[in-house]
């Protein structure tokens, strides 16, 4: 059971403004840490340093924090185990830069009402707006609702090391909401990921004899069912299971015929399935070998009658269905994505977030929360 901080005695003073004054000193507050964020290199596994800054930031306003590994975390001031907990979780590593960028990745500027950085869009606008709600909400007694904020790790590459791994420490919670880059709308379902390995098998020979056992040309049956097929079974929100060939390699050189073939398909699954049923159901159907890299990563959702989501409703905000996966897939509690920024963006060269997608978000979530504490 977590900790509940009454007693701050011990802890740095907090910085009155934050608490004090209107949430323009919040953002002003967390526009400055996403700059310092996109400074610190933190790709998946090297999250270290930014571990760090965000751990500082949160203690200078005198929040005790929690930290395992890079994921930190911290509760509200009047945090009571007998209520219902709202956790607000984003992560704070990044995907490599790719060769595209013109500008630096790791310098943070701010040019005609953008910010441009590596990570700015995804997800380090949803992140610090996130914090930036926590410490608006973190010292109101008599709230209806805990809130825990995690700032986690490797998102980008679905580690184990990132929510997951410190997820059974936080205490009960009753439903998550997910920073990511959703233009401040809710993605109230979004699909799950199953990546398969597969290998065809085939007979060795020399190029120059018949051969009706090809190892290239039997994947491509496989290949072929993985095009075309359909599961029975479709999404309202999600649409149909998507899979998609994605890497193919076999032959050593013109003049042999290989003896295997080995190919990837990303599949993007719905709440219809659980990974576990698409995978059954795609063994039974192709001939190559196959295996899953993964089955954790199932698809997530949250019901639209939810408080939350009615709240952002009236609130003016649409409801979708997210074809990109996030940490939803490994949060064990009814979850939506929701943050500013756009989700195209994610992962393009020269990377930005407007700076009035911030400003927006802290409001929004500000006043939704507002409608259920």
Same mark, same amino acid.
């Given at each position: 059971?977590?900790?509940?901080?009454?007693?701050?005695?011990?802890?740095?003073?907090?910085?009155e403004q934050v608490f004090n004054n209107t949430t323009t000193d919040l953002f002003q507050s967390a526009f400055s840490l996403l700059k310092e964020l996109i400074a610190i290199p933190s790709l998946s596994k090297s999250e270290d340093k930014t571990a760090d800054c965000i751990q500082?930031?949160?203690?200078?306003?005198?929040?005790?924090?929690?930290?395992?590994?890079?994921?930190?975390? =911290?509760?509200?001031?009047?945090?009571? =185990?007998?209520?219902?907990?709202?956790?607000?979780?984003? /992560?704070?590593?990044?995907?490599?830069?790719?060769?595209?960028?013109?500008?630096?990745?790791?310098?943070?500027?701010?040019?005609d009402g953008k910010l441009y950085g590596l990570g700015s869009n995804d997800a380090g606008g949803a992140l610090v707006s996130l914090i930036a709600t926590f410490l608006y909400f973190w010292d109101k007694p008599n709230m209806k609702y805990n809130i825990i904020l995690t700032a986690?790790?490797?998102? &980008?590459? !679905?580690?184990?090391?990132?929510? &997951?791994?410190?997820?059974?420490?936080?205490?009960?919670?009753?439903?998550?909401?997910?920073?990511?880059?959703?233009?401040?709308?809710?993605?109230?379902?979004?699909?799950?990921?199953?990546?398969?390995? @597969?290998?065809?098998?085939?007979? !060795?020979?020399?190029? =120059? /004899?018949?051969?009706?056992?090809? +190892?290239?040309?039997? +994947?491509?049956?496989?290949?072929?069912?993985?095009?075309?097929? /359909?599961?029975?079974?479709?999404?309202?929100?999600?649409?149909?299971?998507?899979?998609?060939?994605?890497?193919?390699?076999?032959?050593?050189?013109?003049?042999?015929?290989?003896?295997?073939?080995?190919?990837?398909?990303?599949?993007?699954?719905?709440?219809?399935? #659980?990974?576990?049923?698409?995978?059954?159901?795609?063994?039974?159907?192709?001939?190559?070998?196959?295996?899953?890299? #993964?089955?954790?990563?199932? !698809?997530? #959702?949250?019901?639209?009658?939810?408080?939350?989501?009615?709240?952002?409703?009236?609130?003016?905000?649409?409801?979708?269905?997210?074809?990109?996966? !996030?940490?939803?897939?490994?949060?064990? @509690?009814?979850?939506?994505?929701?943050?500013?920024?756009? #989700?195209?963006?994610?992962?393009?060269?020269? &990377?930005?977030?407007?700076?009035?997608?911030?400003? &927006? =978000?802290?409001?929004?979530?500000?006043?939704?929360?507002?409608?259920?504490?």
């Amino acid at each position: 059971m977590p900790k509940i901080y009454q007693d701050l005695s011990t802890t740095k003073p907090m910085k009155e403004q934050v608490f004090n004054n209107t949430t323009t000193d919040l953002f002003q507050s967390a526009f400055s840490l996403l700059k310092e964020l996109i400074a610190i290199p933190s790709l998946s596994k090297s999250e270290d340093k930014t571990a760090d800054c965000i751990q500082q930031f949160l203690e200078d306003f005198g929040v005790p924090t929690h930290r395992v590994m890079n994921n930190v975390w =911290a509760y509200n001031q009047f945090y009571d =185990a007998s209520k219902p907990t709202i956790l607000l979780n984003s /992560h704070h590593d990044t995907v490599k830069p790719n060769s595209g960028y013109t500008l630096n990745p790791f310098e943070p500027i701010e040019k005609d009402g953008k910010l441009y950085g590596l990570g700015s869009n995804d997800a380090g606008g949803a992140l610090v707006s996130l914090i930036a709600t926590f410490l608006y909400f973190w010292d109101k007694p008599n709230m209806k609702y805990n809130i825990i904020l995690t700032a986690t790790a490797e998102e &980008e590459i !679905s580690g184990i090391n990132g929510v &997951e791994s410190i997820y059974s420490q936080l205490g009960n919670i009753d439903f998550a909401i997910v920073g990511e880059p959703t233009e401040m709308n809710l993605a109230i379902a979004e699909k799950g990921l199953l990546v398969l390995d @597969c290998v065809a098998k085939g007979t !060795s020979s020399h190029a =120059a /004899h018949p051969n009706p056992d090809n +190892a290239i040309l039997n +994947a491509i049956k496989d290949i072929n069912w993985f095009n075309n097929y /359909h599961f029975e079974k479709v999404s309202d929100l999600l649409g149909e299971v998507k899979m998609t060939v994605t890497i193919i390699n076999s032959g050593s050189q013109h003049n042999v015929v290989p003896d295997s073939c080995q190919f990837t398909v990303d599949v993007r699954t719905t709440e219809q399935y #659980s990974n576990t049923e698409v995978f059954n159901i795609i063994k039974e159907n192709i001939s190559s070998e196959v295996t899953a890299r #993964s089955l954790r990563l199932n !698809s997530s #959702s949250i019901p639209l009658t939810h408080p939350f989501v009615q709240a952002g409703l009236q609130l003016g905000r649409t409801y979708y269905g997210s074809p990109t996966s !996030s940490d939803q897939a490994v949060i064990p @509690c009814p979850s939506l994505k929701m943050g500013p920024g756009l #989700s195209t963006r994610s992962h393009s060269s020269d &990377e930005f977030i407007y700076v009035a997608e911030i400003k &927006e =978000a802290l409001e929004i979530y500000k006043t939704i929360l507002m409608q259920i504490l």
